[in-house]
């Protein structure tokens, strides 16, 4: 798939609203991935060992970032943020960035980050963290922490190149009962 062109000083940056879910949730989030990090957890005695291995696959995965279209909804609240990136000459919406907080541990958790396929590899995924985190400072959050599939290697680069860090993992985080590992960034 060719990429599309725009002109970065069209862009905008700018609170999701209502209309803008339909737009969000029809962006192109299909990825394919080469690895896969694969999670084993070991009990010896008082000890209990963690290893997270990347895993080369024998072939390429297909796969798609869904987007629970009640957490974009939630994300309209105050509390929490829900950012797109607009091209102001087309009007067309290319990505967003969704977060819940957790209010208690001053936290943000990143669900959402996804950017239309044809515009990707432009910095506009890189634009939308640099906003969330000043969010989430403004806030007065400590921490922001991205909950990402363990199928979804492009992701976790991503993630690893941003700053942050691995953090730990749920066996069955996920409605489809995948594993979720966790990357932390200091706010």
């Known amino acids: 798939m060719q990429s599309a062109r725009f002109d970065p000083s069209q862009l905008i940056f700018r609170d999701g609203v209502e209309s803008d879910i339909p737009y969000c949730?029809?962006?192109d989030s299909d990825f394919e991935s080469d690895h896969v990090w694969q999670m084993t957890v070991q009990e010896i005695g008082d000890e209990i060992q963690v290893n997270c291995r990347k895993q080369r696959l024998p072939r390429q995965l297909q796969s798609r970032h869904v987007t629970d279209p009640h957490h974009l909804e939630s994300a309209l609240l105050r509390q929490?943020?829900?950012?797109v990136v607009q091209d102001k000459s087309s009007n067309h919406i290319l990505g967003y960035v969704s977060m819940r907080v957790d209010e208690g541990s001053r936290v943000a958790y990143l669900q959402d980050i996804v950017i239309d396929?044809?515009?990707?590899?432009?910095?506009l995924g890189s634009r939308l963290v640099?906003?969330?985190?000043?969010?989430?400072?403004?806030?007065?959050?400590?921490?922001?922490l991205f909950e990402i599939p363990t199928t979804n290697f492009p992701c976790i680069l991503f993630a690893k190149a941003m700053g942050?860090?691995?953090c730990g993992f749920n066996d069955h985080h996920f409605a489809n009962?995948?594993?979720?590992?966790f990357f932390s960034l200091s706010v």
């Open 130 to 144: 640099h906003v969330a985190r000043v969010w989430a400072g403004e806030y007065s959050l400590r921490q922001i």
């Open 117 to 123: 396929r044809p515009y990707r590899r432009r910095s």
């Open 164 to 166: 942050f860090s691995f």
């Open 25 to 27: 949730l029809a962006l």
């Open 177 to 181: 009962r995948e594993i979720a590992i």
């Open 80 to 83: 929490y943020c829900f950012v």
